[in-house]
């Protein structure tokens, strides 16, 4: 049984950072796509971060472009995604997803999100103004 466990969201003053880890089990790590989404009150859920075991990172939202990081420790099954700079429109449930599929990550939206074959439970991150 695969399982997503995503942890390390918090409450954080902006301009402050976390790293959210996304730890994989029963899952494989070998032709992979894993993205983290996000959540905020009242809004669709969107993509925020991808990264593919063949085709690398990519980043969906240009509001964190520069500030939000993913990676992975494939000897770890995790995947992270370090966070800087906050802003309290960063606050949401960040969830992690993983498909076994490596090309999902060159999608958006809609066909990223449904693509998805795997869904952890969300970690809260809230950022104070």
Not at 57 to 77: E, M, P
Not at 96 to 119: E, I, V
Request: charged letters at 20%; aromatic letters at 12%; hydrophobic letters at 35%.
């Amino acid at each position: 049984e695969v399982q997503l466990q995503a942890s390390g969201g918090g409450l954080v003053q902006a301009g402050g950072s976390l790293r959210l880890s996304c730890a994989a089990s029963g899952f494989t790590f070998d032709d992979y796509s894993i993205a983290w989404f996000r959540q905020a009150p009242g809004k669709e859920r969107e993509g925020v971060s991808c990264i593919s075991s063949s085709y690398g990172k990519f980043v969906y939202a240009d509001s964190v472009k520069d500030r939000f990081t993913i990676s992975s420790d494939n000897a770890k099954n995790t995947v992270y995604l370090q966070m800087g700079n906050l802003k309290p429109e960063d606050t949401a449930v960040y969830y992690c997803a993983a498909s076994t599929w490596d090309r999902l990550c060159l999608y958006r939206n809609a066909a990223l999100d449904s693509g998805m074959n795997y869904w952890g439970k969300g970690t809260q991150v809230t950022v104070s103004s």
